[in-house]
């Protein structure tokens, strides 16, 4: 079974520039998450969608956005980038979302953004 | 709230050694769950073992155990006879109600041949 899958893997932007990141979570998986791992510091929530519609924000400016597709497969983007964007951007997939739920969390490999 | 801390920014041992990562926890909810995950340096995040606030049993899973512990609200981890391949980062991590999953800041291990 393939497990969660980004892409890029790796990218190199300019200052103002926008990017949009892939991923695709675990085959059955209906929750997304974004995290930020930013050089040297820990995991950042960034979104949260399950089926389709966003189910929670953390404290990050609205120049970063997303989306989940039908297919459950979801898009991070960020517009105006600055320099302190540059990071691992993680994506993690769960199949239980619901109140409560335990949310085992299973992470992609990442996509390593680089801003010049 | 909800917050965790990992005080252990960097350790490092010789292999063999035993070693024990701290992980400590702060929520208001009764109902919550606790990770550990390891992020080996190709840097996708592997997950180790879940633990729900009404369980408060330790468990040994070959060379990890979890130490649980309510009244401190503390979820530590141990390595014994570490090895080589357990360098890593180690992200403890908190669940509750809807909010997604709060991590820890990493403690990295560093296991010395």
């Known amino acids: 079974e393939a497990g969660v899958t980004q892409s890029p893997t790796h990218l190199i932007k300019t200052r103002g520039q926008q990017v949009t990141l892939r991923c695709s979570p675990i085959?059955?998986?209906?929750?997304v998450y974004w995290y930020q791992q930013a050089l040297g510091l820990g995991l950042q929530f960034l979104l949260w969608?399950?089926?389709?519609?966003?189910?929670n924000r953390g404290n990050f400016p609205p120049r970063f956005s997303g989306r989940q597709f039908p297919n459950y497969s979801s898009e991070l983007n960020v517009n105006a980038l600055e320099l302190e964007d540059s990071a691992l951007y993680l994506c993690?997939?769960?199949?239980?979302?619901?109140?409560?739920?335990?949310?085992?969390?299973?992470f992609g490999e990442g996509s390593r953004l680089t801003v010049l | 709230a909800q917050k965790v801390t990992q005080a252990q920014t960097e350790i490092s041992v010789v292999e063999k050694e035993d070693v024990t990562l701290d992980c400590v926890y702060e929520?208001?909810?009764?109902?919550?769950?606790l990770f550990w995950y390891k992020q080996p340096p190709s840097g996708e995040l592997v997950f180790l073992i879940r633990?729900?606030?009404?369980?408060?049993q330790n468990e040994i899973s070959g060379r990890y155990s979890w130490n649980f512990q309510k009244s401190t609200s503390s979820f530590n981890f141990t390595i014994t006879a570490s090895q080589v391949v357990d360098s890593a980062v180690y992200f403890c991590?908190?669940?509750?109600?809807?909010?997604?999953?709060?991590f820890g800041s990493g403690t990295r291990l560093q296991v010395q041949p």
């Open positions: 993690a997939s769960s199949l239980e979302s619901g109140q409560g739920a335990a949310g085992e969390l299973f």
């Open positions: 085959s059955g998986h209906t929750s």
């Open positions: 969608y399950d089926e389709g519609e966003e189910r």
């Open positions: 929520t208001r909810d009764t109902t919550y769950y």
């Open positions: 633990r729900n606030s009404f369980d408060e």
């Open positions: 991590a908190l669940k509750t109600g809807r909010r997604a999953l709060t």
